[in-house]
């Protein structure tokens, strides 16, 4: 019996599986086989993970003849910047790489990002694997093909779409990880069941404390559903031209907050996400289109698990409200000048539209600013 569920990520030629499953990554090498080269690979990765897992891959490697080198970058969202690229491109070419040389993307999202993005760059582009070690990573960054890294001008403005070979989901080693980034990565695994599945959020607020707690049944299931969510719509939609937006719920308002405390600890990435989404059902209740009750179910789940609802709960922060709105227009999701929302008509009725009423928005942003 597979001690892994294989998920499929469909785009013809470039489609690819994920493996979702617990302690799978002694067997790296096996999982990696078809896609090794006698140029061997490159492991990416960040000081702490590297002392949690690196060994642990390194000897799978070893195990099986490949050849390896490893570029260990700072850990944090810092690492998403034009320096760092710079370093690790630099280190990377002084090895002599091949266009056949496999990058292993070995993190969290601001590694795989990070990874992805020197892997679509080196040699007009290299292959790569994603081995996801947080659970926001897992569940969402490390499945769809998104690169890229932060500018002054906001949050993956620079980047590129470049699809993992593979995508190897080990459940446990989130064990390692501190509780506030498990939150924070849970924060993900709740907008698949707010955009499109009120069955699965449904079930979260009946399994969301087992799911953090330990690697089990829970957890793993929850792994999966998220990860096929994001495979389904990545495969209607790669570059995101419609479906793929709803992955984005809450994301409009989360980007401007973490732009806001300048991308760091202060604020986590599924914490400003969490806020979002709480936003995002406020507005859509103010403005009659979402059951007000349903906001108030969205709360008090988040709140049961530990996650912030609202921008005020973060420590230290003097919100600017016009400054927070300012950073929403440098978003991505601009088109032709206007924001493109994703809104809600209550839990699980998710859709994209630019018809957010601007006043009602704003009494909400600063309803979650100010407490």
Known sequence: MSNHDT???????????ILVGSNLLADTAKYIA????????VVISDAVVARHHLATVLDSLDGADIAHREVIVPSGEKSKSFAVFEDVVEQILAMGIERSTLIIALGGGVVGDLAGYVAASLLRG???????????????????????INSKSGKNLVGAFHQPRLVLADTAVLDTLPARELRSGYAEVVKYGLIDDPEFFDWLEENGQAVLAEDGA??????????????????????????????????TFGHAFEAETGYG????HGEAVAMGMVIAHDVCGAMG???????????????SVGLPVSASEVSGMHWDIDKVIGHMSRDKKVRDG???????????????????DVEKMRAAVTRSCRG
């Not at 078809?34 to 690979?41: C, E, L, N, Q, Y």
């Open 338 to 356: 206007e924001i493109t929302f994703v809104m809600t008509r209550g839990i699980g009725k998710a859709f994209t539209s630019k018809a957010m």
């Open 34 to 41: 078809p896609f090794v080269k006698k140029a061997g690979v």
């Open 265 to 268: 600890e202060k604020l986590l």
């Open 7 to 17: 998920l499929r990520v469909e785009l013809g030629a470039r489609s690819y599986d």
């Open 126 to 148: 290299l292959d790569f694997v994603q081995i996801p070690t947080t659970l926001l990573s897992q569940v969402d960054s490390s499945v769809g093909g998104k690169t890229g």
């Open 289 to 303: 289109m979402a059951p007000a009750g349903e906001k108030d179910r969205i709360v008090a789940h988040l709140k």
């Open 218 to 251: 829970e957890r793993r299931q929850a792994v999966i559903k998220s990860c096929a969510a994001k495979a389904r719509i990545v495969s209607e939609d790669e570059r995101e031209g419609g479906k793929r937006a709803l992955l984005n719920l809450g994301h």
